[in-house]
């Protein structure tokens, strides 16, 4: 059980472009989501926190204007990078609870040309 | 406000022998303790997790860690690695459901 899926698992586009990424639990209602960025060898980044229904909480320094959360059902929350530039490359990845812990999906890896 | 130290940004050990990954934690209140295991390119596994009870607790893979409050301490072991243990991981600390802090991550290297 608790299992998160992510889709797509890579994207590469365009420079000005918006990019879609899903995450989903697969077996379990969610009541928060989050989402995190990874540079490489670096630890997780924690990019804002979605509760079903409400408006995503970001953290310092994070655009909410660019990275665009949406948390529509306790099964599925959306991230979108609007305007993707280069330095916008990373691995995002996502996370779900609906008590401790939180289990992580299988991240998603995006490259801006 | 809560943080997380991992000692040791890469250990290498030879396969078969054991593997010690330390992790210190501060914080003010009480929190749960977890060791997530993320293999290259992939997102991170849950390996074990403290929530109360126990001060050892075992988990997945053969990896277990002990819970130590007054040296504020959750180090991970395993007794015999494999070269499959190959990966980063990370010590993190939450207050409940609420957001978690990771540590920087420990690169494990198994020689052969």
């Known amino acids: 059980g608790a299992v998160v899926s992510q889709h797509p698992s890579w994207v590469i586009c365009k420079s000005g472009t918006s990019v879609k990424i899903e995450c989903r639990s697969l077996d379990f209602q969610a009541t928060t989501m989050f989402w995190y960025r990874q540079f490489p060898k670096q630890s997780l980044m924690l990019m804002a926190t979605?509760?079903?229904?409400?408006?995503?909480?970001?953290e310092q320094g994070v655009e909410k204007d660019k990275f665009l959360i949406n948390h529509a059902s306790l099964t599925l929350s959306t991230l979108t990078v609007t305007s993707a530039h280069p330095e916008d490359s990373s691995f995002y990845i996502c996370?779900?609870?609906?008590?401790?812990?939180?289990?992580f999906g299988p991240g998603t890896r995006l490259t801006v040309l | 406000a809560q943080s997380v130290t991992q000692l040791d940004s890469q250990v290498p050990v030879f396969e078969e022998a054991p593997v010690e990954l330390r992790c210190n934690y501060s914080s003010s209140v009480s929190v749960y303790l977890f060791w997530y295991v993320q293999y290259p390119n992939q997102g991170l596994q849950l390996l074990l997790k403290y929530l109360s009870g126990s001060t050892l607790v075992k988990g997945i893979n053969g990896f277990e860690a002990e819970f130590n409050k007054s040296q504020t301490s959750f180090h991970l072991r395993k007794p015999s690695v494999h070269i499959s243990d190959t990966a980063e991981y990370f010590c993190a600390v939450s207050k409940g459901d609420d957001k978690i802090i990771f540590g920087k991550g420990t690169r494990l290297h198994i020689l052969p």
């Open positions: 979605s509760n079903e229904g409400s408006k995503a909480t970001y």
């Open positions: 996370s779900a609870t609906d008590r401790v812990p939180q289990y």
